[in-house]
């Protein structure tokens, strides 16, 4: 499974590493691993919710908002879209 640290998930979606750190520290996206090293690694997965972010930032939506929709347990990718 493909695994990306921070400037490479940064670089690939568009946005800032500082960006993904603030994800980080409110509980929006996670890192997939920490490494020994205290960097972050994000995996496809975390990618792929990233994408979901930046997409309803798009719409307008607030973090807080965001949070909510994905928090959800019966949230589905697929319907969301």
Do not use: C, W
């Not at 979901?52 to 959800?72: A, K, N, P, T, V």
Request: aromatic content about 10%; charged content about 20%; overall charge neutral.
């Amino acid at each position: 499974m493909q695994t990306y640290t921070v400037k490479q998930l940064a670089d690939l979606a568009g946005v800032s590493r500082r960006t993904l750190h603030h994800y980080d520290e409110i509980g929006l996206l996670k890192p997939s691993n920490l490494g020994r090293n205290r960097y972050r690694y994000y995996d496809e997965g975390a990618a792929l919710q990233l994408q979901q972010i930046l997409f309803y930032r798009e719409l307008g939506l607030s973090l807080s908002e965001i949070q909510e929709i994905l928090r959800q347990p019966n949230f589905d990718v697929l319907q969301a879209l």
